[in-house]
């Protein structure tokens, strides 16, 4: 282990142990209003009246009229509103918010009004979708000549379904007008992005708006694009009645309003010529909901993952992002990877099955290794480390053996072992980070020598002010007490890019340890000294360009391999996780601890998403599965042994050797999860969340 | 603000309910999720006379307000009992649940209430007027419907004393702690001089109520094992008959499966 990865107490630790840390509904100001949002109760529909009760004195309603500048969120594409104009798109849209300095007064007068609505006939089901969103296209080699030489084309379809970031805080802001300017504050991912997006919707300029992230409990992407569009309405909000609006979402609003993870449907067509697979021709489909939010970069993301991590040479890839009369989802830990990263790791499993081979055994064979070209064709340009990492899978969980001796089972219990192996694309995909973030971080030394980390990036309970933090004062070689970051404030800090993307501490770390490189250089006792340091593309990198998929999508890739083994009771349908192993590879790990907590956390996440996790809407568009209760994650319980290893791979340009480590351990939990389900069944499997139901059809024997 | 009585005796408590409109509060982990606001909770944990777990020669009788916490680590409870409550969320609600908070919610999906079905246990039930002592059974009406009079408590919960170490119980949640039933099932069989004595299950979380028939159990008892196989087809069609799972997020058709399979590995682990 380097010595950088020893583990230290969290910067923020004191805060959250003492219950010092403030959180947005923490906050109380003088004269502050609450606002509750109406959201549409129909999926597709023509408001043709809003019947308003009488308010009391000093209650307000703040509805598309009064939005000053454009009514609509600055996000990629401005197509979300900011509040409803005179039709409505989903179930939960925003159409008005009611105001008021008493919570309880302000829910009763939402009670009260009426909302006509001529109804419309929604889409709700993605294949029937009239609009594609975003349509996207790539190939490599010759696609047409594999299929028409093919001696067998293997074609299936594989479902994912959403996902719920489930974080613990709620979306949360409060808006309040001071000064002419507009500040908002709360829980958010992204400080810059809802800067942008309040500035567009009050119609004032950058200058005369700030935004300030407070401690935040969960992101999980989740709080990426959707603050920006909570901060246009309460700024709004807040800008009417002059006074500062507080908004804090209860948990069915947050549950069932906000986005989530985009529902897919994969459909792989693969060539085979002489037992070798010869292409891929693969087309995917995402659910955007009513608006484009972050569809676009999640439909990129998932696309350039479609391969998964084998050399195909000949590779078509097509998808499109739809709308659908359904909430807009966006981020979600993964970010389109784990849709794609399913279906490609099942679609290996089943070629490997017809050809009579272990799925393992077929996948060896076409893993990438160092050197080869990637999906758009850019190159692996360092050590793929999957061969060891299987090997490590196997010592310890005996993979091999165990696949074969459960392959015929009888008996109330049968058990099951899968493995997936993937990577995640660190940082933003293609040139994002060079031609769009243009990220920009401070460092301050102080008088006093002490040093303040400037950028903008959120502390989400990552750890990323103690990462920020051991980078910065190791490399100038000071105490770790004498370094401190507060949370962004965009009066004070430059724009270093969104929390996203498994970037910041790849990304923005870097950056700071190139400013702490040359503070330490330039240091002056006593003086007050800035140092500020701008991105820089590496040499290396093979230039991206978006209109046909080519050259490195990603800088490097964090890479994993998984096993998951589970027990199925035949008479209740119902499996047990006996075991869960993920080896990760995230470069040098610069807090162990730290980095521990991201890998089973996201490991888990990927394990809900891959068993139980269920949400979908209703004939009407409606989604029911609002709570806790209906909504199910998985506990500490339900995978007692889970095992989480680091295999160091220093990343050369990273910050100390790291890389992206965010997203990487959600990404392919489902893979290894229904892999280890078929080899329990005995039966080919093609989606997720594979529930107890499905399980139950399968013992059953009902075609599903 | 939460508004309320704090009771130390069973007389107090009862004084306080025949005269005032007051809510039982218990351990409140039922009460707490829909928590009506302007309620006055009459709190129970300080009655002693309901925090009791005694044998007499009769029953093992339950105080009402016991805990799973406290059932659990107690040696008079039977295993079967003791497994259900072990299963129930997770430590820090069964530290505060009550088997008599389990049993008034009136929900079919109380996995204590499934056991005091399959045993047919009595509930005793008392008021300031007098006491009445009514079988599990008649103690639900229907969904979230008992027959409990505003100003009755349940004090105890009686278990007969007759060998419930034969036990089957599954539980089927949504995931393995704090979660709620979606399927479950319990049942007792005894032999004696070849013969099965009795034979008491129940489905819990499938209808309004929870599913308890003895007419059905009743086809096996005095019966030998062989004889039982001889009735098992009619016996299992019957049950076929009896579960009619209502409607909810997980379907019909599951629930309805996986009682049945349940139902068939009970009879299987008996020989039958
Ligand atoms: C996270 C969570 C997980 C849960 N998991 C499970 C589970 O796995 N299995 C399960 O069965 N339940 C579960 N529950 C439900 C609940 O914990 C149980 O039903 C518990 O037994 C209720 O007991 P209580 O003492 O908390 O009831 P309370 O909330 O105090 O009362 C429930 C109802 O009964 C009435 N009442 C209580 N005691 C008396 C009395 N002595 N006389 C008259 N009326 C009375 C109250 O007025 C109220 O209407 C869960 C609840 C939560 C919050």
Redesign the interface.
Known sequence: MENISGSIKKKDHEAKINGSALYVDDHLMDGMLYGRMLHSAKAKARITKIILPELPEGYLIVDKNDVTGVNRVAIIIHDTPVYAEDTVEYVGEPILMVVGPDDQVVETILHKIVVVYEEKIPVLDMLTSDTVFFDYNYTKGDMDKALAEADRVFIETFQTGYQEQAYLETQGLIAYPQDGRMTVRGSMQCPYYVHSAVANAIGCEGKDVQIIQDVTGGGFGGKEAFPSILACQVAVAAKKANKPVKVIFDRREDMEFTSKRHPSLSTYKVAIKNGEITGMDIDVLFNSGAYTTLSAVVLQRGLICANGVYRIDNLRVGGRAVKTNTVPCGAYRGFGAPQTFFAVEMIMDHIAKEMGLDSLELKEKYMVKQGDSTSTSGKYHFHVPLPEMIQRIDELTDYRAKRKQYQQQIG?YRKGIGLSMFFHGCGFTGSGERDIIKAVAKIRKNPDNTVEILASNADIGQGLKTTFCKIVADTLGISYDRVYIDNPDTDRVPDSGPTVASRSLMTVGGLLQRAAEKLKKEWQEGKEQVIEEHFVEPDFVIPFNLKDFSGDAYPTYSWSVNAIEVEVD?????T?ILGAWGIFDVGVPIDMNIVMGQMEGGFLQGIGYAS?EQMDYNAKGII??NSF??Y?I?????VPNLVAEIMNNPYTHGPYGAKGAGELPLVGAAPAYVEAMENALGANLNKVPFT??DV?KIL?GVNT | MVNGYQATSLKEALKILAKESVTPYSGGTDLMIDPEEHATFLFLARISEMKNIIEDTEYLRIGAACTFTEIIENELVPEILKEAAAQIAAPAIRNLATIGGNICNGSAKGDSALILFATDAKLRLVSSRGERVLPIAEFYLGRKKTALKSDELLVEILIDRINLSNYYYKKVGARDALAISRVSFAAILNVADGKIVNCMTAFGAVSDIIIRRPDIDAMLVGKTTKEAKVVKKEYIAAYDQAIIPIKGRISAEYRKAVCMNLLRDFLESNGI
């Open positions: 109330r035949t008479l209740t349908a119902t047990k139980m029911r599965n209760s209906d199910i998985p506990t500490a319980v339900d107890p139901e139950m059953q």
